[in-house]
């Protein structure tokens, strides 16, 4: 089995899978397994220059929507050189990822016969169902059930350990500059944490909002989670915002445990469990989450 990984959150299932090896494209983003750009071709590039702050992020991104234009650039030549017998791809997030209509077009242009495998999960349990899915079309079936079952048993140890517990009103923001509530799976994580999410949508998209309507919002917690950035991005960013935030802030790293469809949701389950329940709830491991007061 050959198999391209268009999305990040994929390839990172894949390699959970036992299945890295089977890799014969991936994108700009894939990070997990370390070191994975450099062993097998990278077939996606963004748009979006380097060195932007998050306000200038923002800007760039809405005038591409506005304008339709991709965030993305398909490296078709080098996917075709890839041959692959199964594609997987996301139809969540054009600003995220590349759009699986893009591919699905690309792939009819190539002559390619690919199979494609689109996701589009807006909770955890679809990401449990999506490993599944995933490791069936790889034919990895029962390696896929047993990941899953293993994570549905730390989802069910965190859910004990919070269980009766007083629940802090959390506010996460997924962007500073503006910021953005966030939606999708991202308020279920706190829910699963022993928190209670507030002003975002459980399964909903991420909302731009701005610090005149977080003012009246009520919560005890604050968590910033900036789309795409590790820990030490987020504590810098979080420093920024201070004086908007009338409640004791943490960092985390969103890219690998927030806001990534993949497994280590349940790290970030975790971690957030922890920061929400720090005396029944086992520290995680350095550089996933941080309190900083």
Same mark, same amino acid.
């Given at each position: ?13 894949v ?21 994975? %750009? ?7 590039? +963004? $748009? =979006?220059? /380097?060195g *932007?702050?998050?306000?200038?992020? !923002? ?5 591409r ?6 965030m ?11 041959d692959?017998?199964?594609v ?7 600003v ?10 690309a792939?009819?242009v190539?002559?390619?016969?690919s199979?494609?495998c ?17 490791? %069936?079309?790889?034919?990895?079936g029962?390696?896929a +059930? $047993? =990941?899953v /079952?293993? *994570?549905?048993?730390?989802?069910? !140890?965190?859910?004990g ?8 009103r959390?506010?996460?923001?997924e ?33 731009a ?20 950035y ?8 979080a420093?920024t ?6 409640a ?11 806001v990534?469809?993949?497994p280590?949701?349940?790290?970030g389950v ?24």
């Amino acid at each position: 089995m050959r198999i391209a990984s268009l999305l990040p959150a994929a390839t990172e299932i894949v390699a959970a899978l036992g299945l890295e090896r089977s890799l014969v494209a991936v994108t700009f983003e894939c990070d997990e397994p370390a070191g994975i %750009r450099e062993r097998v071709p990278v077939v996606v590039d +963004t $748009a =979006l220059p /380097a060195g *932007l702050d998050p306000a200038a992020i !923002d800007s760039f991104v809405r005038d591409r929507v506005a304008r339709a234009l991709p965030m993305y650039a398909l490296d078709r030549a080098g996917l075709r050189a890839a041959d692959p017998d199964l594609v997987l791809t996301q139809d969540l997030c054009r600003v995220c990822a590349l759009p699986g209509a893009t591919v699905t077009d690309a792939l009819d242009v190539l002559g390619l016969r690919s199979e494609v495998c689109s996701v589009d999960p807006h909770s955890l349990d679809d990401v449990l169902t999506i490993i599944g899915e995933i490791g %069936r079309r790889a034919g990895a079936g029962e390696r896929a +059930t $047993a =990941l899953v /079952a293993g *994570l549905q048993t730390r989802l069910a !140890d965190v859910a004990g350990r919070v269980a009766g517990r007083p629940r802090p009103r959390v506010l996460v923001l997924e962007w500073t500059d503006p910021p953005y509530l966030a939606g999708h799976w991202v308020p279920e994580l706190v829910r699963r944490a022993g928190g209670t999410p507030v002003a975002g949508i459980e399964g909903g998209r991420s909302l731009a909002t701005d610090w005149a309507r977080l003012a009246e919002e009520r919560y005890d917690v604050a968590v910033l989670s900036p789309c795409g950035y590790g820990l030490d991005d987020a504590v810098a960013q979080a420093e920024t915002i201070r004086d908007h935030v009338r409640a004791p802030l943490v960092a985390i790293d969103s890219a690998a445990y927030v806001v990534r469809a993949g497994p280590r949701l349940v790290d970030g389950v975790e971690a957030l469990a922890w920061a929400l329940h720090p005396d029944v709830v086992p520290a995680p491991p350095p550089g996933r989450i941080r309190h900083l007061g």
